[in-house]
C-alpha cells in the first residue's frame, strides 16, 4: 500500500464530512451571519461593536455576539463570538469563536474554533478547532485541529491534528498528526504521524508513520514504523520497531524486530522469532521422506542462517498391525556446516495426527506425538541434497498422559532447491 494512497484516501474522508455542513462565516468575515427572526427577550449594550448580548432568554433567537447565558427553546444563533453559556432545543450556531458551555438536541455549529465543553444529541461542528470537551450522539467534526477530550457515538472527524483522546463507536480520523489516545469501535486513521496510541476492534492506519502504539483484533497498517504494531496481521512499508502478531508483514526495513506465527521482511538484517520466518536470505526447499514411522512425508523448510522450520504432512505409521494415518507436522531446528558439503542439524518435531481407520482398533481419534532428531544432510549440488534422521517419539492422547507408543526413529528423504 503506497503512502500516496492511504493520504488521499483519508483526506478524502475528511474533506467529505468536513462539507456536510457549510459555514459562510469565516474569522475575517465582518458581515456575520444572516439576519434572521428573534422571539427573546434580551439584556443587550447596543453601544458595543458588534452590540454584546449579557443574557437572552426565549424560543429563538439571532443576535450579534454573546457573552454571558443564552438559553433558547429551538435555537440560538450568534452572528460573531459566543462566550459563556448557551442552551438550545435543537441548536446552536456561532458565526466565528464559541467559548464557554454549549448544550443542545441536535447539533453545535461554530464557523471558527470552539473552547470549552460542546454537548449536542447528535452533532458538534467546528469550521477549525476543538480544543476542550466535545460529547455528541453521532459525531464530532472540526475542519482542523482537535485538543482535548472528544466522544463520538459513531465517528470523529478533523482534517488537522488531533491530541488528547478519541474515543468513537465505529472510526476516529485524523487528516494529520495524532498525539494521545485514539480509541475506535472499528477503526481509527490518522493520515501524518501517529506518536500516542491507537486502539481498535478492526484496523489502525498511520499514513506517515507510527511512532507510538497500534493496537487492534484485525489489523495495522503504516509507512514506517518506529513504535509498536500488535494485531492478527502487521504491515509496514518500513518496519524500524517491533511487530507483534500472527502474521507480520514489512518492507525494508533497519534490523526491526518481528514476533510471531508468520514473519515477512525484505529486509535481510531483520530480526523475527516465529515459526516461520521469511526474508531475503531464506532459503526455501522441498523434503521429502520416508522412515520406520513417517512412510512419506512432503514438507517445506525454511532455512536462515543457522536455524530453519518446516511445515509438512504425510502418512504415520504405529506398527504392521495398524494402517496408515494421516498427520500433519512443524519441526524447528538449528544447523552447523561441517565442511562446504556437510551439515550437522538438530530439531525438534510436534505431530498432529488423525488416526483415520485405526480409531477402531483402541486408538483415539486424534493424537499427537514429539519427536526429537539428529540429522546429516549431504549436498549433491546446490540444487539437489540428501539427509539422514535418527531420533526417538513419544505418542500421546490430547488431555491425557497416557502414552500410545514410544520408540526409536529413522528417517531418510531427499532436499530440493
Not at 447596543?46 to 433558547?72: A, E, V
Not at 543457522?306 to 531446528?333: K, N, P, V
Not at 539428529?374 to 497416557?402: C, I, M, P
Request: charged share 10%; with cysteine.
Amino acid at each position: 500500500m503506497k503512502p500516496n494512497s492511504i493520504m488521499a484516501g483519508i483526506s478524502c474522508v475528511c474533506l467529505f464530512f468536513a462539507t456536510i455542513f457549510p459555514l459562510q462565516a469565516q474569522p475575517g468575515n465582518r458581515k456575520g451571519l444572516k439576519k434572521g427572526v428573534n422571539l427573546a427577550l434580551n439584556i443587550t449594550d447596543k453601544k458595543k461593536q458588534p452590540p454584546c448580548t449579557y443574557l437572552n432568554l426565549g424560543i429563538i433567537s439571532n443576535y450579534s455576539y454573546l457573552n454571558g447565558i443564552g438559553i433558547n427553546a429551538l435555537s440560538s444563533v450568534t452572528h460573531f463570538h459566543s462566550k459563556g453559556f448557551q442552551i438550545a432545543g435543537l441548536t446552536n450556531i456561532t458565526g466565528l469563536n464559541a467559548a464557554g458551555f454549549q448544550l443542545s438536541g441536535i447539533a453545535n455549529v461554530t464557523g471558527g474554533n470552539a473552547r470549552g465543553i460542546l454537548w449536542s444529541g447528535l452533532m458538534n461542528v467546528s469550521g477549525r478547532n476543538i480544543d476542550g470537551v466535545a460529547l455528541s450522539g453521532i459525531g464530532n467534526m472540526s475542519g482542523k485541529d482537535n485538543r482535548g477530550f472528544i466522544i463520538g457515538g459513531l465517528i470523529n472527524v478533523n482534517s488537522g491534528n488531533s491530541a488528547g483522546v478519541m474515543v468513537a463507536g465505529i472510526a476516529s480520523v485524523t487528516g494529520k498528526n495524532q498525539s494521545g489516545l485514539m480509541l475506535g469501535g472499528l477503526m481509527n486513521a490518522s493520515g501524518g504521524t501517529l506518536r500516542g496510541v491507537q486502539l481498535a476492534s478492526l484496523a489502525n492506519i498511520a499514513g506517515m508513520a507510527n511512532n507510538g502504539v497500534q493496537i487492534a483484533a484485525l489489523g495495522n497498517i503504516t509507512v514506517t514504523n518506529r513504535g509498536v504494531q500488535a494485531g492478527f496481521c502487521n504491515y509496514s512499508a518500513e518496519n524500524k520497531g517491533l511487530q507483534m502478531g500472527l502474521a507480520n508483514i514489512a518492507g525494508k526495513g533497519h534490523k526491526g524486530l518481528q514476533f510471531g506465527l508468520f514473519n515477512l521482511s525484505a529486509d535481510s538484517l531483520a530480526h523475527q522469532v516465529g515459526c516461520i520466518n521469511v526474508s531475503p536470505r531464506t532459503r526455501i526447499q522441498l523434503l521429502v521422506s520416508s522412515g520406520n514411522l513417517n512412510k512419506a512425508n512432503v514438507a517445506v523448510r525454511f532455512k536462515n542462517k543457522c536455524t530453519y522450520t518446516e511445515l509438512g504432512g504425510g502418512a504415520y505409521f504405529f506398527s504392521s498391525d495398524h494402517g496408515f494415518s494421516a498427520s500433519a507436522f512443524y519441526r524447528a531446528g538449528v544447523y552447523y556446516p561441517l565442511c562446504r558439503w556437510l551439515d550437522i542439524s538438530a530439531d525438534a518435531g510436534y505431530y498432529h495426527i488423525e488416526t483415520l481407520d485405526n480409531e477402531h482398533k483402541g486408538y483415539p481419534a486424534r493424537i499427537y506425538a514429539l519427536q526429537p532428531r539428529l540429522n546429516l544432510e549431504f549436498r549433491l549440488n546446490h540444487k539437489v541434497g540428501f539427509f539422514a534422521s535418527g531420533g526417538y517419539a513419544w505418542t500421546r492422547q490430547y488431555g491425557h498422559n497416557h502414552t500410545f507408543g514410544r520408540k526409536g526413529t529413522f528417517e531418510a528423504g531427499i532436499v530440493l532447491f
